[in-house]
Each structure stands twice: as structure tokens, then as C-alpha cells.
């Protein structure tokens, strides 16, 4: 009997996504090796390295450094902003790796259906980061639909708040918020909803329809006096939940250390001169961006299963609602903090039934408890036999991105968007 042998790790964008990834991986050393990082910013390529252990890492400055450099891994984990998944990707490809890549998979959908096509071409396996899939909360919920308890699906209502302060971070002064530079809300936080949806339905989308806008971060809402800067000397400062001087205070141990790489160690001097200049430290009133902080979808299904998700900048994690032939099952945040529960299923007829969900690793059981999940499965993912499907492979999670586009086209024109009709325009133009 042959010793399985440790996958080779390579990372494409050394951020915190990439360090989650490894430090996970970092801990199983019988299954995974990361042998090299590469990212113009040398601090984050020392601290992968510092994960790996390894006096063999091979540092990078560039992605097209470390792809010039031949194939150093089995697999490439790419963590990089947005717009710099679909170049990467394919060139991981055409070395014949097997990719790790962070949603989404590209922020053009024309790209996505083409990295689809390139790893069937080049017989390569390619997982998208759909951590939610991993999740112990979406697991759950997926056995419980399996075992038939809900019945058939009817319908199936989601919802994610993103939460006011990460709406500012992320979305108003943050890397995703200006769409052009990034992708749409619906792709760039929410490509996670719509897949959920999906692979919770089992059934591909025939049809969709989407609101939304930009309503409450815009200089119309600004209070009067307020400076282009918190660091100016704002009159509401003191009373203002977005003030940028908070990551000084209460919001430095987590949000900090996102965007600036000396978080934990810089004086409160040094981050609020810092805060002068960068973006995080602008008002949210009188920035650029155009990301919307609201949005809705409607989608019909295969077998006329009907959907609903909201997306909304004020409120605080994901709330799901499945409505069965048999039964209701009802979770989400509010029901862990408030009920005791993760997940009540309602039968039509009988006792209701609570679940509560734990993370293996005794860790958050929803979205960042995904984190292990992924990790975990990753190994045997990749080590599965050839034409075998991956649990969040290209077969189901493009189309889990045609949804999102589909969505944001809806949401742009003010139609109803065919899947079927969205996606041949896309062969056709390309």
C-alpha cells in the first residue's frame, strides 16, 4: 500500500484569503506542502512564507513571475482582487495545473464561460472557493432537504446582510467599490448566495429578475459640515458610526489588518497618518463608489421551484427560509443568537424540530466556518479519479455566476433575464 503524497501548494496573491488558506493547510503537513507565493507586496509573500516553513519557498513579486518559472506545484491557489482571477487562471492552465481560485471566477461572464472551457480543454480541475458549500450550517441544511424531511421544494427564500461597518469597509471605501475596478455586489460579495440557492434547489435557473441601487452612502446623505476626511475634523465624529477613526479603536483588530499590512504593531499616530491618505479614510458620504446597498432577486427554477434573495447592507449575516410540500426549514444568524437554534424545521404536520450546528474544528459554523471545510476537502478533491465531479467545480458553480450576471443585467435594464437566452448571446459575441 503506496503513502499518499502531499499536494504542492503555490499562491497568486498572498493577502488574507491566501493566509487562511494556508495556515489551514499548514496544519495537515501529511497532505499539503506550500512550496511558493507570489504578490508585489514583499511583507505578504514573507508571511506565506513564514506559514510554509520551509527553507525551499520560492518568493515571487508577480504572478507572471511565478508562472514564468515553470510548474512548482500541483496545485495554484489564486487570491488575488477581482479583475486578476481570468489571466492567472488560464495561464495555470495552460502549465497544467489544477487551480484553487477565489470567487469569482472572473467579473466578466464571457471570461467565466471561457475558463470553463479552457480547463476541459487542458483536462483540469479548477474549485472555486464557494466556502458556504463547506460550511457546517449549509451542510446541514443540505442533509436535511436530502433526507426528504421538508418534501419537495416549493420555494426557497435567502437573504444576506452584509452589515453596515463591512458595507463601508468593503463596499463604499474598499476594493469593491466602484464596479467598473471590481465586479457588481451581486457577483463580488453575493456569487456565495446564488450559488447556496442553487445547490441547495438542485435544479438549474430558467429565469430572473432584480431591483436594486445605491440609496444611503452618497453625498446627499452627508451631514452638513462633514469633511472629505474623517481625519479633517468632522463635526459628527464622535457620534458617527462610520467614523475611519475607529480603526484606531474597536474596529482595528479585524478590519485593520485587511488593508493595512502593519495593523498590529503601528502606533495610533502612524495608522491615523495613514488614514490621511488612503482610502479607508475618506467620509463613506463622499467617496466613488457606485456598488449598490440593496438589492433583490427573483428566480424561477427547473420544476417551478421559486427563489427570492436579498441583499442588504443593513442587517447582520444570512438568514435562509425553505418552504416544502412537507415542512418548513427556517435558520440563519438571528435564530442562532436569539433562539438557541441554527435551523427549526416546521412539518406541516407534527413537532417542530431544532437543530443546532457545530463546526468541526469547534469554530463559526457558517460563513467563515467554511474556511476548514475547504481546506479539508481540497486534498481529496483534487486527488479524485479523472471525469470525476467536484463538489464546487465548474460544472455547477458557472452557473451559479450566470445567475449573478444574469441578475445584474436584469437589475440594469429593468427585464426579465433568460439563463438560457443570456448565456447563447454570450457564445454568440464571443
Not at 516553513?53 to 504572478?63: L, Q, Y
Not at 453625498?219 to 462610520?242: I, K, N, Q
Not at 425553505?322 to 438571528?334: D, F, H, N
Request: hydrophobic content about 40%; proline content about 5%.
Amino acid at each position: 500500500m503506496t503513502t499518499p503524497q502531499p499536494l504542492k501548494l503555490a499562491c497568486i496573491g498572498c493577502g488574507s484569503r491566501a493566509q487562511t488558506y494556508t495556515a489551514l493547510a499548514a496544519k495537515q503537513p501529511e497532505r499539503f506542502q506550500i512550496v511558493a507565493g507570489a504578490d508585489p507586496v514583499p511583507g505578504r509573500v514573507e508571511k506565506i512564507r513564514n506559514i510554509s516553513g520551509r527553507n525551499d519557498f520560492r518568493g515571487f513579486a508577480s504572478a507572471e513571475g511565478l508562472l514564468a518559472a515553470g510548474k512548482l506545484s500541483d496545485v495554484v491557489l489564486i487570491a488575488t482582487q477581482d479583475n486578476d482571477h481570468y489571466a492567472p487562471c488560464c495561464r495555470a492552465l495552460e502549465l497544467g495545473y489544477n487551480v484553487l481560485l477565489e470567487k469569482p471566477i472572473a467579473t466578466h461572464a464571457a471570461q467565466v464561460l471561457d475558463v470553463e472551457r479552457r480547463a476541459r480543454k487542458a483536462d483540469r480541475r479548477v474549485m472555486v472557493c464557494f466556502v458556504l458549500r463547506f460550511s457546517a450550517f449549509y451542510r446541514k441544511v443540505k442533509e436535511i432537504i436530502e433526507s426528504g424531511a421538508v418534501g419537495d421544494i416549493v420555494s426557497i427564500q435567502a437573504s444576506e446582510g452584509v452589515e453596515p461597518w463591512h458595507q463601508a469597509h468593503s463596499f463604499v471605501r474598499g476594493h469593491w467599490s466602484v464596479v467598473e475596478k471590481s465586479s457588481p455586489m451581486i457577483l463580488s460579495k453575493c456569487c456565495h448566495d446564488t450559488d447556496i440557492v442553487h445547490w441547495l434547489v438542485g435544479w438549474r435557473c430558467r429565469r430572473i429578475a432584480s431591483f436594486g441601487s445605491v440609496e444611503f452612502f452618497r453625498a446627499d446623505r452627508a451631514p452638513a459640515g462633514s469633511p472629505a476626511r474623517c481625519t479633517d475634523g468632522c463635526p459628527v465624529g464622535e457620534t458617527c458610526p462610520y467614523n475611519a477613526l475607529r480603526y484606531t479603536t474597536d474596529k482595528r483588530e479585524v478590519w485593520l489588518p485587511m488593508v493595512f499590512d502593519r495593523a498590529q504593531t503601528a502606533t495610533v499616530e502612524e495608522i491615523t497618518s495613514w488614514l490621511r491618505a488612503s482610502p479607508w479614510g475618506r467620509c463613506v458620504y463622499r467617496c466613488d463608489n457606485d456598488a449598490v446597498d440593496r438589492q433583490v432577486i427573483a428566480m424561477e427554477f427547473d420544476g417551478g421551484i421559486t427563489g427570492t434573495f436579498t441583499m442588504t447592507a443593513f442587517e447582520n449575516g444570512r438568514h435562509l427560509e425553505i418552504y416544502g410540500t412537507r415542512g418548513v426549514l427556517k435558520g440563519g444568524e438571528t435564530y442562532r443568537k436569539h433562539f438557541g437554534a441554527n435551523l427549526v424545521l416546521l412539518p406541516h404536520e407534527g413537532e417542530p424540530v431544532r437543530y443546532s450546528v457545530k463546526a468541526a474544528d469547534g469554530g463559526y459554523e457558517s460563513h467563515a466556518g467554511g474556511d476548514p471545510g475547504l481546506v479539508n476537502a481540497l486534498y481529496d478533491e483534487m486527488s479524485r479519479p479523472p471525469g470525476a465531479p467536484l463538489e464546487a467545480g465548474l460544472d455547477s458553480t458557472v452557473h451559479s455566476h450566470m445567475i449573478g450576471f444574469a441578475a445584474e443585467e436584469a437589475r440594469l435594464t429593468g427585464r426579465t433575464v433568460s439563463l438560457e437566452d443570456f448565456q447563447r448571446a454570450l457564445a454568440k459575441g464571443a
